[in-house]
Each structure stands twice: as structure tokens, then as C-alpha cells.
């Protein structure tokens, strides 16, 4: 199978995304520098992906900062099961389509490649 979309990161370290899905598989390939993705099954969306679980309506993504999770105005993010992963200069990651995940970056600079491709579920 092919990439159908090929993306470069590029970052200036010390930065981060909010927790949120893809809608596409993707493999995560680290060129420089390192970062830890948190990482949640897509079978917990229908308990993350609501206001309870800070959920943005119609969206992709979260308000949530899961650094510093507020358990009493986010009680669904408190009780999920989680990964994390770290990664370094030459490390790939592969994301399966629509399973939750957030990406914190080092403090140096990095450079990320991302190949995704569409599955009809």
C-alpha cells in the first residue's frame, strides 16, 4: 500500500498538540530531535469524544490539556487506559486510524515526516 499524503513537521522544540485523532492511518517517522506521544484507544471515544471529556463538537480534537487534566470539569479523561511512547532520531510510529493521541515535542528542534494513507472502516 502506498502513502496517499506524505507531511514534514518542522519545529522549533518545546511545543505541543492537543489530544485529538486522524483520520487517516499514519506511520510517524522522527528525523531530529525527540518527542513522547500519548496515545488512547479509539475504543474509548465515545467516553473522550463528549464535553464531559473536553471535547471540541464536530471536531477532531480537544480543549483539555493533558498535561494538567482538571478531573472534576474532565471526569471521562481520568479514567482511560494509556500509552506512551518516546522518540528518537530514527524511530517510526505507526498510529491507526482514529485512535486518540497528543505529541509532545523536546526542547530542540525537530523535524518529523508523517505517511498517511485512507482505510474505509
Given at each position: 500500500?502506498?502513502?496517499?499524503?506524505?507531511?514534514?513537521?518542522?519545529?522549533?522544540?518545546?511545543?505541543?498538540?492537543?489530544?485529538?485523532?486522524?483520520?487517516?492511518?499514519?506511520?510517524?517517522?522522527?528525523?531530529?530531535?525527540?518527542?513522547?506521544i500519548?496515545?488512547?484507544?479509539?475504543?474509548?471515544?465515545?467516553?473522550?469524544?463528549?464535553?464531559?471529556?473536553?471535547?471540541?463538537?464536530?471536531?477532531?480534537?480537544?480543549?483539555?490539556?493533558?498535561?494538567?487534566?482538571?478531573?472534576?470539569?474532565?471526569?471521562?479523561?481520568?479514567?482511560?487506559?494509556?500509552?506512551?511512547?518516546?522518540?528518537?532520531?530514527?524511530?517510526?510510529?505507526?498510529?491507526?486510524?482514529?485512535?486518540?493521541?497528543?505529541?509532545?515535542?523536546?526542547?530542540?528542534?525537530?523535524?518529523?515526516?508523517?505517511?498517511?494513507?485512507w482505510?474505509?472502516?
Open positions: 500500500m502506498a502513502a496517499q499524503q506524505v507531511v514534514m513537521w518542522f519545529s522549533g522544540g518545546g511545543t505541543s498538540s492537543v489530544l485529538h485523532y486522524d483520520i487517516s492511518e499514519n506511520i510517524n517517522c522522527l528525523l531530529d530531535g525527540t518527542k513522547t500519548l496515545m488512547i484507544n479509539r475504543s474509548y471515544a465515545d467516553m473522550l469524544q463528549t464535553p464531559e471529556g473536553g471535547w471540541v463538537p464536530h471536531s477532531t480534537s480537544s480543549v483539555v490539556d493533558v498535561d494538567n487534566v482538571d478531573a472534576d470539569a474532565y471526569p471521562a479523561l481520568v479514567q482511560f487506559e494509556h500509552w506512551e511512547a518516546r522518540m528518537e532520531p530514527g524511530d517510526c510510529m505507526y498510529i491507526p486510524q482514529e485512535w486518540i493521541h497528543q505529541v509532545t515535542n523536546g526542547l530542540s528542534a525537530l523535524i518529523r515526516c508523517n505517511l498517511l494513507w482505510i474505509q472502516l
